[in-house]
C-alpha cells in the first residue's frame, strides 16, 4: 500500500536550480514511489544558522511503499550522489537537503528518524511550499493543518518566489 509522504527539499550551494531538478529526477525514479506533485520554488535566506548562500526551497508530493527508514535511505543516497559531503554537520551549506516532514499520518521515532520532522511547525521556509500544494494535510501530533500552522508563524520572514520552477 502506498502513502502520501512530503519531502522538504532545500540547496544553497553551487547552481541550486540544477540541484532541485536533478533531486526532483531522482525521487521520480525511486523504487514504490511515484512523484505525485512539486510545489514552486521559494528562494529564502539561510534559518537556524546555517551557513551559505540564500536556499532555494520546495516541497514534493510522492505515493510510496517504501518505508519510513528506506524511504530515508534513500533521500541520503540522493543528497550524496549531489554532492553533500560525507560528515556534513548541521549548519554547513548544503548543495541539497532532503527531509521527510510527513509520511500519511503515522508518527515515527526510531534509528534517528523523526517523522513528523519535530520542527515542521516552526519553519515557514517548509511550511510555504507544503501549503501550495496541501493546505489541509494534518499534523499527526499537533492535529493542526499546514495552513493553520502557517498562520501561526510570525509573517515578518515571508519568503519571496523563485523566478521558476525547475
Keep these: 500500500m502506498k ?11 553551487g547552481d541550486r536550480r540544477a540541484h532541485c531538478a536533478e ?4 525521487l521520480a525514479r525511486l523504487p514504490e514511489t511515484e512523484l505525485l ?11 537556524e544558522g546555517v551557513a551559505g548562500g540564500p536556499f532555494l526551497n520546495a516541497v514534493a508530493e510522492l505515493a ?13 543516497t540522493i543528497e550524496d550522489a549531489l ?7 548541521p549548519g554547513m551549506a548544503r548543495t541539497m537537503d532532503l527531509d521527510i516532514l510527513l509520511y500519511g499520518d503515522r508518527i ?5 528518524l523523526d517523522i513528523p520532522h519535530p520542527r515542521l511547525a516552526q519553519r515557514r521556509f517548509v511550511l510555504e511550499p507544503l501549503v501550495a500544494l496541501a493546505p489541509n ?16 508563524l510570525d509573517a515578518a520572514a515571508a519568503p519571496r518566489p523563485a523566478s521558476d520552477a525547475p
Excluded: C, K, Q, W
Design 3 to 13: 502513502l502520501r509522504a512530503f519531502i522538504g527539499m532545500g540547496s544553497n550551494v
Design 23 to 26: 533531486a526532483l529526477a531522482r
Design 37 to 47: 506533485r512539486i510545489s514552486p520554488l521559494l528562494e529564502t535566506e539561510p534559518a
Design 64 to 76: 510510496t511503499a517504501l518505508s519510513p527508514l528506506d524511504l530515508l535511505r534513500a533521500l541520503r
Design 83 to 89: 554532492g553533500r559531503p560525507p560528515g556534513h554537520r
Design 108 to 112: 515515527v521515532r526510531e534509528n534517528g
Design 137 to 152: 494535510v494534518r499534523h499527526p501530533i499537533l492535529n493542526l493543518s499546514a495552513a493553520d500552522m502557517l498562520r501561526g
